[in-house]
């Protein structure tokens, strides 16, 4: 029993940290049908951001995230207006290519910058956990944790309560009729898309603490991330949320009781399956071309 | 509008040009002519999972290219090193010693970094029957498809890596002796062979199997292993990993607050200060591993090749993987020299099996399946330094310290 409990509460933790990650990634899809398959290289270029910010200053990586989160908002902002823009109105697989060959460009960039070799942060907590009875709880996974439900909160309420917020959800349900009642959808856009950017200064404060990385360690992400959107319901955040937590509590449960060579692989095997089922994936909304294709 | 639409691609190309990668294909010639260099083409992953060691070995031979030249060249001719970026992916490799081969027209090939990319890539060159002198490819199966162009540029292969360490357990007074022993290892063709001939010797000396697992080179998250291993509590830990792996895998370690009496880790501490930085210096202690090349090693031109790396790439220890890679280019410059000749390069395949070659490395030797025949040295992580501790003629250091002294 103690096992399973212990394979439930590291999968939470972690799914908590996914959840964060691949956010941004679903907000970007859901509102621009943009595939940002650079997202992986954004957490990547985040965690780079923090391992100087933690070198040159000794901050806390997790405070680091009030830096890296506006420097990646403004990075995704003029990214945005100086490249993806203008593939705005072209077919998904056109967003895909370009931001795959931005990923590039980055990988390329923090290679330069950094230099091709593994960083990690190590704050104090990095390799400590709080123990509950025969329970440990590792601190950076319930850090990155907190700090995630606390980012994820605060963006529901964003959507949720402030009209910015409302125009985003407008644009992405009905571009058109968003125009309509006066929102400006291309200024949206660009907001949107500096707010999925956005979530990796956070998403790549903790990825910089949780695990070592290197320029090319992206690819292993932006995988994981796609995966858990799609299991979700592109677009949907909550759907993001709830694919995260499984995604997160599949590893650990296939790592505890199949075996740790199953890992990655049991997890797809679940999206699959799922998608048998609800092609709109578990929280997505069916589109009126999806109805059409029927 | 139209100018623009091209700027993220041509970026993408300006970065990769930056970051060292992608070959020129400029199709020169393959003729003995003297006026022109021998161009010896490599693709390597520079981008991707095993970019860092990819980085390295392009560094190894770059040092190599410039000190050959410096020397006059190699059969009079200047040497230059073509290398492409196979993105770390098995198919990537393929495509770029054929294009190296037909389209660039090389002179001659080294090889590529890891087991997985050096088993197709090897295939190409012995199908166009071209001497292949790897720096890291050791597993087992590379060698036993009958090739004969070949050739592992390390001591030995992956499954006698741990040897020099399993006659050490083994010889310990019984007192000390482990007892006990997990074998958690990443499912990678070097890695696994390392621990099972490690797993192998230790069964046969009655060291008792307590713990064994295999995961994919794309798990991130190593509590479940770590917890599985505590709740084993083997005497003996033994970790066949790469690099991100083996750092995850200690911090996992740390996190569920376990510590074996000894501990051998494949490939991650021989990264020098990434992977104490990667786990912090305090958790290095005692940690073994088994390790081709030494920066302090007094083997013909080690010093020289040390200094000119750091002419070239600025102060600080090369790492492993350019050192391997600079003793690939000296087998294969060995060989040359001594058949004086590019044109038939089985004779030089059959050179290289019939003699030993002085490398930096240390003297290498190979059987008729180009597998080295010699022995790894044993590293160990003391007071925060890496030191190597067996074979005793080759020590930098006198004492073998416990990972954990009250286990």
């Given at each position: 029993m103690t096992e399973f409990a212990q394979a439930i509460i590291l999968g939470l933790l972690i799914g908590g940290v996914y959840a964060l990650m691949a956010s941004g990634l679903s907000l970007i899809f859901g509102v621009m049908n943009v595939i940002n398959t650079a997202h992986g290289a954004f957490l990547i270029l985040s965690a780079f951001l923090t391992y100087s910010i933690w070198t040159a200053t000794g901050l806390d990586p997790l405070v680091a995230i009030l830096i890296t989160t506006p420097a990646m908002f403004g990075f995704g902002w003029l990214l945005y207006s100086g490249s993806i823009r203008r593939i705005r109105e072209a077919p998904a697989?056109?967003?895909?290519?370009?931001?795959?060959?931005?990923?590039?460009?980055?990988?390329?960039?923090?290679?330069?910058?950094?230099?091709?070799?593994?960083?990690?942060?190590r704050p104090a907590y990095f390799n400590q956990s709080f123990t509950v009875g025969d329970l440990f709880l590792p601190k950076a996974q319930v850090y990155g944790c907190l700090v995630a439900i606390a980012v994820l909160v605060a963006l529901w309420l964003f959507l949720a309560r402030t009209w910015t917020g409302r125009a985003i959800r407008a644009s992405a349900v009905n571009p058109q009729g968003a125009r309509l009642v006066g929102v400006n959808v291309a200024a949206v856009a660009t907001m949107t898309f500096a707010i999925g950017v956005a979530t990796t200064g956070a998403g790549g404060s903790i990825v910089g603490v949780l695990y070592p990385f290197l320029p090319g360690s992206h690819y292993l992400w932006i995988s994981r991330l796609l995966g858990i959107i799609v299991l979700g319901g592109m677009g949907?955040?909550?759907?993001?949320?709830?694919?995260?937590?499984?995604?997160?509590?599949?590893?650990?449960?296939?790592?505890?009781?199949i075996s740790p060579q199953w890992t990655t692989a049991v997890p797809y095997v679940v999206i699959f399956l799922v998608l048998l089922g609800r092609p709109q994936g578990l929280l997505g909304a069916r589109l009126r071309e999806d109805v059409a294709a029927v | 509008m139209r100018r623009l639409r091209w700027c993220a691609p041509a970026l993408a190309a300006a970065a990769l040009l930056a970051a060292g990668c992608g070959g020129s294909d400029n199709g020169g010639g393959s003729?003995?002519?003297?006026?022109?260099?021998?161009?010896?083409?490599?693709?390597?992953?520079?981008?991707?999972?095993?970019?860092?060691?990819?980085?390295?070995?392009q560094q190894g031979y770059q040092v190599w290219q410039k000190m050959v030249n410096d020397q006059g060249g190699l059969l009079g001719r200047k040497v230059q090193v073509?290398?492409?970026?196979?993105?770390?992916?098995?198919?990537?490799?393929?495509?770029?010693?054929?294009?190296?081969?037909s389209r660039q027209k090389v002179d001659m090939l080294l090889?590529?970094?890891?087991?997985?990319?050096?088993?197709?890539?090897?295939?190409?060159a012995e199908r166009n029957r071209k001497l292949y002198v790897e720096p890291a490819g050791g597993a087992p199966e590379i060698f036993d498809r009958g090739y004969k162009h070949i050739f592992f540029a390390q001591q030995a292969t992956a499954d006698h890596q741990g040897d020099v360490f399993a006659q050490y357990i083994l010889g310990l007074p019984p007192s000390e002796r482990p007892k006990t022993a997990a074998y958690p290892s990443l499912d990678d063709p070097f890695a696994l062979p390392v621990l099972q001939g490690l797993?192998?010797?230790?069964?046969?000396?009655?060291?008792?199997?307590?713990?064994t697992t295999k995961y994919a080179s794309e798990n991130t998250n190593f509590d479940s292993i770590a917890n599985a291993v505590k709740a084993a509590n083997p005497d003996i830990l033994m970790h066949g990993a790469t690099f991100a792996d083996g750092v995850n895998f200690v911090r996992?370690?740390?996190?569920?607050?376990?510590?074996?009496?000894?501990?051998?880790?494949?490939?991650?501490?021989?990264?020098?200060?990434q992977y104490s930085k990667g786990i912090g210096v305090e958790n290095t202690e005692g940690t073994f591993y088994a390790v081709s090349w030494d920066a302090k090693a007094q083997t013909p031109g080690n010093a020289a090749f040390v200094k000119q790396f750091n002419q070239m790439f600025g102060a600080g220890e090369p790492a492993e993987d350019a050192a391997d890679a600079f003793a690939a280019a000296q087998v294969m410059q060995a060989a040359v020299k001594a058949v004086g000749g590019i044109d038939d390069q089985t004779k030089l395949a059959d050179w290289i099996r019939s003699h030993s070659v002085n490398t930096i490395l240390g003297p290498l030797r190979?059987?008729?399946?180009?597998?080295?025949?010699?022995?790894?040295?044993?590293?160990?992580?003391?007071?925060g330094k890496s030191q190597i501790v067996l074979p005793k003629a080759a020590a930098t250091s006198q004492t073998i310290v416990k990972k954990n002294a009250g286990a």
């Open positions: 697989a056109a967003s895909v290519l370009l931001t795959f060959s931005l990923a590039l460009v980055l990988e390329g960039l923090m290679g330069l910058i950094w230099g091709n070799t593994s960083h990690a942060v949907s955040l909550p759907g993001a949320v709830v694919g995260a937590l499984l995604i997160g509590v599949g590893e650990s449960l296939t790592s505890t009781y | 003729g003995s002519d003297s006026s022109k260099p021998i161009r010896i083409g490599a693709s390597l992953p520079l981008t991707g999972d095993f970019s860092e060691p990819g980085k390295a070995a073509v290398v492409r970026d196979d993105a770390s992916d098995q198919n990537t490799v393929v495509a770029d010693y054929n294009a190296l081969i090889g590529t970094f890891s087991s997985l990319l050096n088993l197709p890539a090897s295939t190409v797993r192998e010797k230790f069964e046969k000396a009655g060291i008792k199997t307590v713990y996992a370690l740390d996190k569920v607050g376990y510590k074996p009496k000894y501990f051998f880790q494949t490939s991650a501490p021989s990264f020098a200060d190979w059987d008729k399946t180009g597998a080295p025949q010699g022995q790894f040295l044993i590293g160990q992580w003391q007071s």
